[in-house]
Structure formats: structure tokens, C-alpha cells
């Protein structure tokens, strides 16, 4: 029985515990669930910052440039550094000391580590500063002020702690004065705290935590040393932010000061002086205001800037009288290189005389063109948007012929000289382009000066001293023979074509120009070569009925069988031109024959109507049923269309060559009886489309491919040029130069008074050229020399164009 009273008593002590216990836990279920809700809240985001750092991309352990995009390597580096520390600070620390036993209070202390965080935080700060959404002030600001804010409260709350703990609560700053503080509210003792850490960190002296034991005075000693140094760091920051707003205008008040003092130390002109200032405030303004584009162009990749020039000023280049008609590849890229400036009114953009380095388009604005007579300035002319200034200075390399000046505010582009001619150079068919441009801007100027530099600058181009790379077809164009032999001098292969597939000889046939014909076919021009629409020399000359040149090109193997006949005769009846096609047959051309179209002269000549020219064909041999292309025969052709002169005509062929008519052809899908049809037209000249034929259509004003004077090779063969300023010839065309076309010499004899000499053919020995100057000059030579004096021992020393002078031996 005692026994069993007491396991009852037993039974009713744990059932007591129990009770109280779950009454415990039910009392501290709040608490727990505070405390649970309070990690969520402070705990989370680390944790998820922490999960995102395993795959933010980050440069490369071993390069400064390369970046890292591994999601293994950038975990792998993460574990590696700072997940540890990372992982620690977000330990929900309160919640594990409320759990575990008081005796395990010391345990708090690692909630210290949570001031990891603070990277974070600060990492946070960074990219708002970076980020463009945001303003810099505000952003730099609200830092400064969280900084002060958190060091006030850590200094307050250490302090307070100081005090709360120490073993005579009587001998602490606040014990001192209150010496019930324990019993005051949370929030007062807090206040208070801080005040005094505010007063510490923001003022020296009175104010400042009184520090009573020494604890507190070992404290108050590192605290004031911080102070020292965030006290600098947050004036310092909030200078940056307040000066910087008022960096410019001092700077540019000690600029303009500047500027006055040295225009009134040096007695500078009063125009002079605002021409100074009015461009010192103009580059303030411009700054102030976001418009300095060229420094923010510059800032950019080249590919960007490149698009963005493209972008704001094509339209405008592409108007430009000096780019009309060039390339588009050319125009690209001189925009690249073109630079955006502002001029204030009354500005000189280019003065008289000065030094061609530059030429300016306008944009936006107008100048006006100056010109200094008898030390008076006179306005000759204006420029306004989309002119070209200083565009003649810097093309024939003379001294700028008229002042340039703003009237007012204007922006203008700006290309350099250097940059300009590389550009050209690699384009050289829109050089000859650009330079026909300002010939006849020169030719349609009414400046009275303009017509000497006219004369001079085409006295340049015959000379060869343009700076400009120039074509056999820009001379060619141009007449100019003196022009042509110098760039034939020079290795130019006389077969190259233009922009527009026509080789010289096309040109100057076309022209009826007989010197530059000679020319050409001396330097191995081809009398027969066909240009991209399949037109030939002999032609060109027949369609301009330059009859020299139709019989120079004739002697010297041109026909005009090797180009399209059929298309010629063609063309010859669409422009009912009878001579013309009477001028094909009388120079080998059977006018019978169909063009590349399908259809032949007899049923354009049909269609029109024109007798006279279907009986000159028919007269040339023309088969009346003999159908075209698409089935239609003459004869049929001239029913159809009711042609009743044309086809009296075709039954007195019949007649004459006993043809017996033929039915009508079973593939035609009108009948002779049918109904009328309209007029016979002759097909375009262009074939029908044919996938095996087919290319793609290229854009328009593209540039073709460069001649070999651009290629790689034909640079390095300028690297050989001589003393005497010629280019060699490219290998490619020695051998052809010299079998077609033989070296010729200059013999005099200053002796017998033939001091300007006589043009022969060089010989193959040295004693022939001693012979053909006994016969010339009637001495006999024992040695000759150069012009120079230097003597020739070898003819192979000898080169085409040489000067030789004969010396006679004593016994003369």
C-alpha cells in the first residue's frame, strides 16, 4: 500500500511538470514565433543574396579584363572567399540563445557578426551610383547620411552597454547623474544615448560623452579617433558634391580672366579680343548644356561613332556639289572621319591666305566669304547650309582665298586634308569624280578670281602635281593628251575601266579626240576591248561620227564585228538614223544579224514603219521569212500590221529571189486572218532574267573594284619610284609595253649645234646608236653621255625617254 501511494505521488509531480511545462511553451509560443518571424525579415534577404552569389558573372582570377561566366568556377570561387563569412552572419543568433540555457548567455556576442552585412549594404550603395535611373547627388547623400546615422547608434548603444554592466552603475556617465536610469523606459535611456554619441561625433569640447570609469574612457578615447576620420571623410564627400556644381563657372571665370589679361598685356585688336571671348563662352554653353557631341562622339567605339555620324550628317554630304555622284563607300567614309564644331557669330572659321589644312561644311548657320583689297575687307559672298568652304585651298594646295566668317551661331563639320586624301586615295575613280566636280564648280563660279585658278589648277592636272589620283578616263574625259601621257608614263594600264565599265579608248573615241586615240593605242590600248555593255571602240566613234578616229581605229585592227552588230543596228533604227546603219555596213557590219535580245533591225524597222530602212536591209541579204526569237518572221510581221508599202516591198523580193510564200508558222498564237495587233516593239535591250545567269542586283553609286594601282601589290610598287618622280610600271603590263610599244631616245650633238636633239627609236647595239647619229647629225661619235654627263658604256643602260648627247672623236 505504501508502495503504491507513493508511485501515485510520483505520477502526480510529473503530471505537475507537465502542466507547467506546457504551460511554459504555450507562454513562449509568441515569443518563438517573433522570433521566427523577425530571422525571416533580417535573415532572409542575406541568405538570398548569398544563394545569388554562386552565379554572378565576375572577371577572372588571373586577368583584369576577362570575365567569368562558369556557373562552377564562379561557385567554386564564392565557396572559396566569402561564403563562410557570409553564411555565419545570417545565423538567426537570437533565436539560438533564446532556446538554449542562460548559462549559454555569452553565446549573443555572435550576433556581432551580423556587421558582415554591412559589405552588402555598401555594395548596395555602389550600384546606385552607377545606375543612370538614379541621381548621383542624391544617391552619394543618402549614403553619407546612413553612414552618420549607423556609427551614432553603434556609439550610443556600445556606450550605454558600458554603463548598463559595469559593477557600480554610480560610477558610469549616466549612473552619475541618473542613478535610477534602470528604471527609466527603454526608449529614454535610448535617446539619451544617442544625443550624447550625436554631440561626440558632431562637435569638440562641451557636448561631448563624459567618460567617469575606465572602461568608458578607454572607449570615449577610440571613439574620438574615429571621429576624426569620418568627420574628414563626410566633409570631404559633401565638398566634392557642393564644388562640383560650381566647378565650371569658376573655371571658366579664371579662363575668361585669363584670356583678358593676356589680350591686354599683348595690345590685342578689340575684334580680336571678342572673337576670343565669344568662343570661350560659346565652349561654357555648349558644355553646360550637354552639347560638346564631338567629345561624346569621341568617347564611343569607333563602329558607334561611325553609325552615329553616319546617322546625323549623310544626308547632308551626300548634297555636298564636291561628293555629287560618288560613291557611297567614299561618303561613309569621309562622314567617319568628319568633326562637329560650333562657331560663335563674328568668328573667322578660315582666314585669307592661310594654309589649306581643312574644309568645312555647314550644317547649320551661315558665313560669309571675305576678301581683303587695298587692306579693306570686302564681302564677296554667303555661305549657308549645305556649302562647302575652303574645298579649293585644300584640293590644289594654294594658299585659302577668302576669309571665313560666321554671321551667326553655326555648326560646322570639319575634314582634314591628310585624312581626306587617304580616303581618296583608296577610292581613286570618286577622286576623278571630286576634281570634275570643282572644275566645273570653278567653271560656273562668278568670282572673277575663280577663272585664273581654273587655269592654274588645270595647268596642275596636265603637269600630273594634283595630290588627287587621276585615271586615264579622267583625262580622257577631260581631252587632255599632255594629261594621258604623263599617267601612261607612269605604268597606268590603258585597258582600265571607270565606275561605269568604259575603258579611255570608249572615252575618247566617244569625244572624237584623235591625240588621246593615238595616245592610247601607242601605249597598247585595245582597239577591240568591249565595255560592260558590250560596246566597242569603232562604235562610240560611229554613233559621234567622228570619222578620223573611225578610220585611226580602223587602221590599227578595229571591227566592228567584235562587238554586237545586231544590237548597233538595233539601236541604229530605234534613232531612225539611216546613215548610221548605212555607216555599219560600209565598216563590216552585218546589220541582219539579231541583237542579244532575239529580234533583229528588220522587225524594229518594220514595226516603225520606215521603209527607206527595210529596203536598205534587205538589200544587205536580210531573209523576209526568217523569224526571230519568238517566232515571228517578217514577212508575217508586216501582214499582222497591215504595213502595205512594206509588204509590196517583200513581194518584189519574193519575186526576185523566186521564194515561194510560206504558211503561216504553227507555233504563232495569232493567225494571219486573226485580229490586228498593235505595233511590233522591239524587246528590251535587257535579257530575259535566267537563274543561271542571275546576280544579284548591286546598290546603287556602289564603287567598284580597285584598279592595281590600289591593290597591295600596287602600292609596293609605288615604294620603287625613281629620282625622276615616275612610278614604275606594274609587271604586269612591262612585257606587254615593251613588245608592243619600242623604247625611244633623244639624240643631240651640241657640237654640230643640234642642241634640242631628234626623237629616234632606240636600236638593239651600241654601234647602231653611233650609226643613226653619224646619218642624223653627220659626226662621228667615238662616246656618248648622259644629260648629266655621265657616259654610257652599254645599251642596256639606255631606257625609254632618255636624253643622250653624241661626242665626236678629235679627228671631226
Not at 540555457?101 to 558582415?116: A, D, T, V
Not at 577622286?431 to 572673277?448: A, R
Not at 560596246?535 to 564585228?561: F, M, Y
Not at 556602289?702 to 619610284?721: C, E, I, K, P
Request: charged residues 20%; proline residues 4%.
Amino acid at each position: 500500500m505504501e508502495a503504491f501511494t507513493e508511485v501515485q505521488e510520483e505520477v502526480k509531480k510529473e503530471m505537475e511538470f507537465m502542466r507547467k511545462n506546457l504551460s511554459n511553451c504555450q507562454e513562449m509560443m509568441p515569443a518563438v514565433l517573433a522570433l521566427l518571424m523577425r530571422f525571416f525579415l533580417l535573415s532572409a534577404p542575406p541568405l538570398v543574396a548569398t544563394a545569388v552569389s554562386f552565379s554572378v558573372v565576375s572577371l577572372s582570377l588571373h586577368s583584369t579584363t576577362a570575365t567569368v561566366d562558369d556557373r562552377k568556377k564562379i561557385a567554386w570561387r564564392y565557396a572559396r572567399t566569402w561564403l563562410v563569412l557570409d553564411v555565419i552572419s545570417t545565423i538567426p543568433s537570437e533565436l539560438v540563445r533564446e532556446i538554449l540555457p542562460h548559462k549559454f548567455e555569452s553565446y549573443g556576442y555572435f550576433s556581432m557578426l551580423r556587421l558582415w552585412r554591412l559589405r552588402r549594404v555598401s555594395l548596395f550603395f555602389s550600384r546606385l551610383e552607377k545606375d543612370r535611373k538614379y541621381n548621383y547627388f542624391a544617391v552619394r547623400f543618402s549614403k553619407l547620411i546612413c553612414v552618420t546615422l549607423f556609427v551614432v547608434h553603434m556609439a550610443g548603444c556600445l556606450f550605454y552597454r558600458i554603463a548598463a554592466y559595469y559593477k557600480d552603475p554610480s560610477k558610469t556617465w549616466i549612473g552619475s547623474v541618473w542613478e535610477d536610469f534602470h528604471t527609466e523606459s527603454l526608449w529614454v535611456r535610448y535617446v539619451k544615448a544617442l544625443y550624447w554619441s550625436i554631440t561626440t561625433l558632431t562637435t569638440t569640447g562641451y557636448g561631448d560623452l563624459h567618460a567617469v570609469n575606465h572602461d568608458e574612457m578607454v572607449f570615449v578615447m577610440f571613439y574620438m579617433m574615429f571621429d576624426l576620420g569620418l568627420t574628414s571623410y563626410l566633409i570631404g564627400n559633401m565638398t566634392n558634391l557642393v564644388v562640383h556644381a560650381t566647378f565650371r563657372t569658376r573655371q571658366f571665370r579664371d579662363t575668361i580672366q585669363a584670356v583678358s589679361s593676356f589680350a591686354q598685356r599683348n595690345h590685342l585688336p578689340v575684334r580680336l579680343q571678342d572673337q576670343m571671348l565669344a568662343h570661350l563662352s560659346l565652349k561654357f554653353r555648349t558644355d553646360s548644356e550637354g552639347l560638346h557631341q564631338q567629345e561624346t562622339i569621341e568617347s564611343l567605339p569607333k563602329a558607334i561613332r561611325s553609325s552615329i555620324s553616319n546617322y546625323l550628317f549623310y544626308s547632308l554630304v551626300d548634297r555636298v556639289y564636291l561628293f555629287r555622284g560618288v560613291s557611297n563607300d567614299l561618303l561613309f567614309q569621309l562622314v567617319t572621319e568628319m568633326k562637329a564644331e560650333y562657331f560663335p557669330p563674328k568668328e573667322d572659321v578660315i582666314l585669307q591666305n592661310e594654309a589649306p589644312t581643312d574644309l568645312y561644311i555647314l550644317v547649320t548657320g551661315a558665313v560669309e566669304l571675305i576678301m581683303r583689297r587695298n587692306g579693306i575687307e570686302q564681302v564677296v559672298g554667303e555661305a549657308v547650309t549645305g556649302d562647302v568652304v575652303g574645298a579649293i585651298g585644300l584640293l590644289c594646295y594654294r594658299p585659302q582665298l577668302f576669309t571665313v566668317r560666321t554671321k551667326r551661331l553655326s555648326q560646322l563639320l570639319r575634314l582634314n586634308r591628310t585624312a581626306f586624301l587617304n580616303i581618296v586615295q583608296s577610292n581613286v575613280g570618286d577622286g576623278t569624280i571630286i576634281m570634275n566636280n570643282l572644275l566645273q564648280y570653278l567653271k560656273d563660279s562668278n568670282f572673277p578670281e575663280m577663272e585664273g585658278i581654273l587655269t592654274d589648277t588645270e595647268h596642275m592636272l596636265t603637269q600630273g602635281r594634283m595630290d588627287l589620283p587621276l585615271t586615264l578616263c579622267f583625262a580622257a574625259m577631260r581631252g587632255d593628251d599632255l594629261l594621258l601621257r604623263q599617267l601612261l608614263k607612269q605604268g597606268l594600264d590603258p585597258n582600265e575601266l571607270d565606275d561605269n565599265g568604259r575603258t579611255a579608248l570608249h572615252i575618247a573615241a566617244s569625244n572624237g579626240n584623235e591625240h588621246c586615240v593615238v595616245l592610247l593605242l601607242e601605249y597598247g590600248a585595245d582597239p577591240n576591248i568591249k565595255d560592260s555593255e558590250g560596246n566597242v571602240p569603232v562604235w562610240e566613234a560611229l554613233q559621234g561620227n567622228h570619222k578620223n578616229v573611225i578610220k585611226l581605229l580602223s587602221e590599227n585592227g578595229a571591227a566592228i564585228t567584235s562587238g554586237d552588230v545586231g544590237q548597233f543596228a538595233l539601236t541604229a533604227v530605234e534613232q531612225n538614223n539611216i546613215d548610221l546603219l548605212e555607216e555599219i555596213a560600209k565598216y563590216g557590219g552585218d546589220v541582219t544579224l539579231p541583237a542579244t535580245c532575239g529580234t533583229t533591225a528588220l522587225h524594229t524597222a518594220i514595226s516603225a514603219g520606215n521603209t527607206e530602212m527595210v529596203k536598205f536591209i534587205l538589200d544587205q541579204g536580210a531573209d523576209v521569212d526568217k523569224p526571230d526569237l519568238h517566232g515571228w518572221t517578217p514577212r508575217a510581221l508586216a501582214d499582222h500590221q497591215g504595213q502595205e508599202e512594206i509588204q509590196g516591198l517583200f513581194e518584189n523580193w519574193v519575186t526576185e529571189n523566186k521564194k515561194t510564200v510560206p504558211t503561216t508558222p504553227k507555233h504563232l498564237s495569232v493567225p494571219y486572218g486573226g485580229k490586228s495587233i498593235a505595233k511590233y516593239n522591239s524587246e528590251p535591250t535587257i535579257a530575259p532574267f535566267s537563274p543561271s545567269l542571275h546576280h544579284d542586283v548591286a546598290p546603287p553609286r556602289r564603287r567598284r573594284a580597285d584598279n592595281f594601282q590600289n591593290s597591295l601589290v600596287g602600292m609596293m610598287s609605288v615604294a620603287s619610284t625613281g629620282e625622276n618622280g615616275m612610278i614604275s610600271s606594274p609587271a604586269r603590263f612591262t612585257g606587254f609595253l615593251s613588245s608592243n610599244y619600242p623604247a625611244r631616245v633623244t639624240l643631240s650633238c651640241p657640237d654640230k649645234g643640234e642642241v634640242g636633239g631628234k626623237l629616234v627609236v632606240l636600236p638593239k647595239s651600241f654601234q647602231e646608236l653611233l650609226d643613226i647619229g653619224a646619218r642624223k647629225f653627220g659626226c662621228i661619235a667615238t662616246k656618248i653621255l648622259t644629260r648629266e654627263g655621265a657616259e654610257i658604256e652599254d645599251i642596256e643602260l639606255v631606257r625609254d625617254g632618255d636624253h643622250l648627247v653624241l661626242v665626236p672623236g678629235t679627228e671631226s
